[in-house]
Every structure is written in structure tokens, then in C-alpha cells.
């Protein structure tokens, strides 16, 4: 099969730099009409415009205040949300400290378990229930277990 194009002829179309100027002037004319046209047609407006362009640009400026305002409050990184997270920051503050508290506690014992026979004696006479020869120990009773109240059904 034949897939060639044979409609178009090739030709090599070169425009003389004389045509191209004899075509803009033949068109300036028309061109100058619809200028002209364009410029009666917007003159209302445009003398409007520049008679408020004071009264545009307050509008304008306080708009910009408005949105700039409104941005800066409760944007992404606005004021509110700082305040947020500078009171989650504040009370992670407060978190940790009780922590390292509770570490530093926990610290202590290790060491005094490690090395003082005193904290040894204590700690195996209330976890593994020791005492020495000629001690009672009193324990109480474990409560007994809560039951879940029963449910009686409405009968019909």
C-alpha cells in the first residue's frame, strides 16, 4: 500500500521584506479604527476607575489588612495554633520533669538495693513475706470479689 501525500506540492514561499511592510500599512488603518473603537468603549470606565482609584486602593489596602490579620491569627502557624502548642510543649515540660523525678527515685533504689543491707532486708521482707525468728506477721484478707449486679428483664 501507498501512504504517500502527494495533494500539497512543496513549494519554498519566501515573503519579500517589502510585502511585509506594504501589508502593515495597508492594515494601520484598520488597526487605528479599532483602537479608537476599544478606547471610546472603555473611556466611561476607565474615567470612573480614575476617579475612585484613591477610594479603590484604601479598599484594596484594607482588604489585604483584613486577610493578612485573619492570616496571621489562624493560619497554619498562626497565633492560636502557637498557643497551643506552646501550652502542649509547657505541659510536656511539667511530664518530663516528673519523670526524671521518678528515675532519678527509681535510681536511688537500685543502689541502695545493690548495696545497702538494710533496703535488702525490707524489700524481701514485704515481697517474699520473710521475717525473722520469733516475728508474727499479720495479713489481712484479700477483698472479696465485686459481682457484677444482677440484671433482672422486664417482663412482659
Do not use: C
Amino acid at each position: 500500500m501507498d501512504f504517500r501525500v502527494d495533494r500539497y506540492p512543496k513549494f519554498n514561499v519566501s515573503i519579500r521584506p517589502d510585502d511585509r511592510i506594504r501589508a502593515l500599512v495597508e492594515k494601520a488603518p484598520r488597526a487605528e479604527a479599532a483602537a479608537e473603537k476599544a478606547v471610546r468603549r472603555f473611556q466611561p470606565s476607565l474615567s470612573w476607575l480614575y476617579a475612585f482609584r484613591r477610594k479603590l486602593g484604601t479598599v484594596a489596602v484594607g482588604v489585604i489588612a483584613v486577610w493578612l490579620f485573619i492570616h496571621v491569627m489562624f493560619g497554619a502557624n498562626g497565633m492560636v495554633v502557637y498557643k497551643q502548642k506552646r501550652a502542649e510543649y509547657q505541659n510536656l515540660q511539667k511530664e518530663l520533669a516528673t519523670l526524671q523525678q521518678e528515675n532519678d527515685r527509681y535510681n536511688q533504689q537500685i543502689k541502695a538495693l545493690k548495696s545497702d543491707t538494710e533496703a535488702i532486708e525490707k524489700e524481701a521482707r514485704e515481697q517474699l513475706h520473710y521475717v525473722r525468728p520469733g516475728e508474727v506477721v499479720y495479713v489481712s484478707p484479700a477483698p472479696p470479689p465485686a459481682q457484677a449486679p444482677e440484671v433482672h428483664s422486664a417482663t412482659k
